[in-house]
Structures are given as C-alpha cells and as structure tokens.
C-alpha cells in the first residue's frame, strides 16, 4: 500500500510533514509517497529513503493557504496538491493526504477524481474522540455549507458505512443534529432531513442536540459543513484551553505538588478528555463520497497528527470504503 | 423593581424555583413576584413572604415541556408563562424569568408584548464566560431556527447594545460566526450577512470560527439560532464532562493525594473554566428586540441558576435594555 502525503501542505511544511510520514512508514509498514520540492525532501528524508519504503515525487509548485480555491488548482497543475492527487487517479498511489488549502485539495478531488455515482456532494467525515472507547464520527465536517435535505441523507449513508467498517460499530445509530430532540425542532433543512432519514433504512435515532456530542448519544452525528466545522472547531478551542491547563501543570515537574497534580489529572480522565479534544489524535478528516481516498489533515499539523492521519488513511483503504461506497444505492 | 419568576416552569419547579427566588430575594434587594399555584407557593414561601418583598400570582395551568408552544400558549392563558409575560405587559412586574418551554415563553412574548417596532425577529442572547473577567455575547441562542441576512444584522445590533450596557465593553467588537474567517467563507446566509455588517456602522471584526469562541477574539458572537444553540450545547456537554472529572476529585477529599490535585485544579484555572462552561453561573438568555424584559433560563436550572438569572434580569432593567432598543435605528 502506498499513501501520498503532501509535504507542502500546513503551517509546518515540509519539516514536521517529512517527520510524520518516516514515523508513520516506520510504524504502519505502509509505503509513503512524499510529494514536493525533490531537492528539499531529500536532505530532509535522508537515510530513512533507503531503510523504509519512502520515496519523492516532485512538485515544484505551492498553494498557499490563502489562496483561492478553484483558481489555485486551475492555475497550479504542478501543485503538491494536484500532483498529489494525479498520484492517486493514475493508480501511483493508494491513498492522498494534505494539510494544506482544505478547499483545493476539496476541488482538486473532485475534478481529478470525480464524483462516485449516485453521490451528490463528496462530504469530510471525521473522527470525534470524547468517550475512550466510544468514538463518534462526524460527517460532513466541512466541504459542504450550504446543503439540501437529500445531501444529508446521503451523508447518513456514507457516514454508516465509515462507522460500520472503520470504526466496527454494527448498524449505527444516526443522530441529525439540531436544537432540540423533537421531531419538530430545527430549521427547514433539519425538518426535511429529519423525514428522508426516518425512511432511510439506517438506524436513525432522530434529532440530537450539541449535548449528545461529548454524551455519545449518536455513532454517527449528521450536520452540515458550516455547523460541522464550527462545532469541531468550537470542541478544538475548549481542547486548547485544557491544553494550556496541562502545560502549566507540566512546567511545574520539578515542584513535587504540581507533579503530584499532573498524575492526577491523567488518573481522573483529564488526560483522555483532552486527548478527544485533541486533532492531532484522530489526524484528519475522509473525504467520502470520490473515486479515491483523500485525507485532510489540520494545517496545525505537526508530526503526530501526519503519523495519525496517514494511520486513518492505512484504515481507509483497507477497508475498501471507496468500493463500499460505490456498492450504496442511492434515493 | 419586581421580577416575575415562573414557579411552575424547569424540571426542578417548583423547589428549586423558589429556593432562587429567595436567594436573589435576599442578595440583590429586588421584589419578587412568584407565579404558580398559590397554595403550593404559599407552603414553599413560608416566612419568607412576609420577611422579604415576595408575592405570589395565582396561575392554575402549567405548560409541560413537551406542549407545542404555538397551541399550549393558546389554550392555556392561566399557565404560569402567559400570566407571567402579562404581568409585565400590564406594568405589575418589570421583567418575567422562566425555566420552562422555551418555545412557549417566546410565543407568549411575542404574541403579548409584542415586537419592538423595526425589530424584525426578537433573538435570544447569552452571556458565554471561558475567560474569567472577558465575557463574551453570543445571539441568537435559539430564539430563530431560519434566518435571513437581515436578521442577523439586526442580532449584531441588538447584541452591540447588550454587550455595551450589560457587560460594560465600549464599541463591542462583533464577529460573524463562519467556517472561516476568510471573507468568502460561510453559506449564502453568512456571506449576504457579511456585507450587511461591513456597512453597518458597529465594530465588525469579520467571520469569525468556532475557536475564537473560547479565545475571546470577539465581544458579541452573531450566529442564527440553530447553530448558537448547537455551539452552546456542545460546550455544556463538555463542561458536564468536566464536571465529573472534578466530581470524582471532590469525593476523595479524605485522600490527601486527591485534595491536593482538586486544590491545584483550582489553581490552574479548571475551576474558572468549568464555571464559565456552565449554565448555572450565567443563569440565561435575554429576549432581545420585545416590549418587556423576559429571560429564558435552562430547563435544568437549581437555585442557583435561577438567582442568577434574577440577578441578570435586574441587571437588564437596571440598564433600561427596552428603551435602548427601541432608540436604534433599524435598517
């Protein structure tokens, strides 16, 4: 198996990415395609390209995060990000993942790679870790802001199959999210949904609220991409404040009671809630839905959280979630 | 000054309702009109009633939290809602405190207060505390499920007053809520609303993201109804995860390990964090935009929540909140 990685991509390009992907080829035994400067990434590879299976794919060409999207592909065809996804169309490459420009890997994706058929808008589904031993898969984390009820219906069926095959839970249980549990509750678009997944055939449990998310009331939470990221992103934000709590716990080490009170904090649970408020510990986000598995990554992303999504990725493909996906009959 | 209080509304009524009322009775110096079952009330009360400026309004119906509030406000006019909103209609009492079915006190304000004019939907706004001593306002918590451009811009307005008056911040700096902070970012709603605020003549910082919410990066937070009530549920359901962590410290206090770990989370700031994740310190949301002043507290709310929200309500009619709003000029 081959995974593509984008070392061009994220606020830690191309040092913490080259370090990601050695770890993960070191760990997961999965070959790692490095795509970017060739010159760069191979001082920055080194020894590590003869010992494990890693090799280098040029891409002389950047997109920055502030780029836009569409314009940024069509103008950049030797990309990491394009390049890196051609790797994946052409067969080169298993897998593709990037924590650059979210919205062209996005684009790119859907141009190089296509739609699947029958799947109307390709959504980013995402690992949510609250619960140890409980994870909660979030669809669509935000590739989609504005959606129809059928979209969300569809995210319902692409999210249980993830659930199902990645994640092991049997027959799902799907919450739409809302402002209230009652069937009644919600916006127009909520309304609507609610309907279409009621006779969806999937095990939908009905309207959840942001409580349920941290409750593990839902296996699969089904929102749209705006109120998807601001959610993860509002958990990320309370995740960095707990951080910060730790750090300071952690600057103390050499102060016995402060010691004492870092060892606690991991006792109680502390360590595993900030752990699942944490990106780097589930790595990225699927994007479900085209001819091919793409990972996208946090542009915070350093090593660990590479490491971790080339993990999800590994998964992905073993599972075979793109032809599973392709299996679904679509309404 | 009286303050209106639905005894029979909350899962905690009629107890807890009147353990608040007496509490805010005795701290901040306010008459309270308690509305509910008389005779109950009077038990309840006991000495207090003659100690303190507490009356009791009979109201012999009770709206469930179950009722559809359009219909329960219609065939029940001596529910504890409907009486409690006219007493403030008629002038008896200067604002009316709820825990029940949110949908059933807006309908009711709606329907007998009445909107203030140019105010085209009245939101729900609340206090958000991650950073002690830097409150931030978030409209609409869930007043508004469907949302227009107009809407919104007119939340920024309404909550730029809010924030001035209640919360003591000049020229508030206003943030749209988005999955960027790129101006193109969000759907069609937080993109039309985007123009809307750069023209508006309020300090409009741009999109904001989930992040920002616990980084303080905004003063008031704009946002439609269903994604602010998800944003707030979802950090109430991690603050009730942080609770128990610090539940489970507080049952060990004879361990001395275990005191000296719940004094250093006090140290750290946990302590802060937990109590601004929770909805019992802030105490509710403020009706924005009606002829009175109403405030709708959480369907949890004990004693203390319910003191709060009577401390709210006093701050909010101490500032002449109504008056303000009616002063503005809407678009």
């Known amino acids: 198996m081959i995974i593509a990685i984008d070392a061009a991509g994220g606020e830690y390009a191309p040092h913490e990415i080259v370090r990601g992907a050695?770890?993960?080829?070191?760990?997961?035994?999965?070959?790692?395609?490095?795509?970017?400067?060739?010159?760069?990434?191979?001082?920055?590879?080194?020894?590590?390209?003869?010992?494990?299976?890693?090799?280098?794919?040029?891409?002389?060409?950047?997109?920055?995060?502030?780029?836009?999207?569409?314009?940024?592909?069509?103008?950049?065809?030797?990309?990491?990000?394009?390049?890196?996804?051609?790797?994946?169309?052409?067969?080169?490459?298993?897998?593709?993942?990037?924590a650059g420009n979210t919205g062209a890997v996005l684009f790119a994706a859907l141009l190089n790679l296509g739609r699947i058929e029958g799947v109307e808008r390709?959504?980013?589904?995402?690992?949510?870790?609250?619960?140890?031993?409980?994870?909660?898969?979030?669809?669509?984390?935000?590739?989609?802001?504005?959606?129809?009820?059928?979209?969300?219906?569809?995210?319902a069926q692409l999210g249980s199959i993830y659930a199902t095959h990645v994640l092991g839970i049997n027959t799902p249980r799907i919450g739409l999210l809302s402002n209230g549990t009652e069937d009644t509750k919600g916006n127009r678009l909520i309304q609507e949904t609610h309907k279409l997944l009621r006779n969806s055939g999937l095990k939908f449990i009905g309207n959840i609220e942001g409580i349920d998310i941290a409750r593990g009331t839902a296996d699969v939470i089904i929102t749209d991409g705006l109120t998807g990221n601001i959610v993860l992103k509002t958990i990320e934000g309370l995740g960095d404040s707990l951080v910060r709590l730790r750090q300071q716990l952690?600057?103390?080490?050499?102060?016995?009671?402060?010691?004492?009170?870092?060892?606690l904090l991991v006792d109680v649970g502390l360590g595993a809630l900030v752990k699942g408020m944490d990106y780097r510990e589930y790595g990225g986000a699927c994007l479900l839905g085209v001819k091919g598995n793409v990972i996208v990554s946090h542009g915070r992303s350093q090593g660990k959280a590479i490491k971790s999504a080339i993990g999800l990725?590994?998964?992905?493909?073993?599972?075979?979630?793109?032809?599973?996906?392709?299996?679904?009959?679509y309404d």
């Open 122 to 155: 390709p959504a980013l589904g995402t690992i949510i870790n609250l619960i140890p031993s409980a994870p909660v898969f979030l669809i669509d984390a935000g590739a989609n802001a504005d959606c129809r009820p059928k979209h969300l219906a569809q995210f």
């Open 250 to 263: 952690g600057h103390s080490v050499d102060d016995a009671r402060h010691f004492r009170g870092r060892e």
């Open 313 to 329: 990725a590994k998964r992905t493909v073993e599972q075979g979630i793109c032809q599973l996906i392709k299996e679904i009959k």
């Open 22 to 98: 050695i770890k993960a080829a070191q760990e997961y035994k999965v070959d790692v395609a490095l795509v970017g400067n060739k010159a760069m990434l191979h001082v920055l590879a080194g020894k590590h390209l003869r010992k494990l299976n890693i090799t280098i794919t040029e891409a002389s060409q950047v997109i920055d995060f502030h780029e836009h999207p569409v314009d940024a592909v069509r103008l950049k065809p030797r990309s990491s990000i394009v390049v890196g996804i051609n790797l994946v169309k052409d067969g080169k490459a298993d897998a593709f993942v990037s």
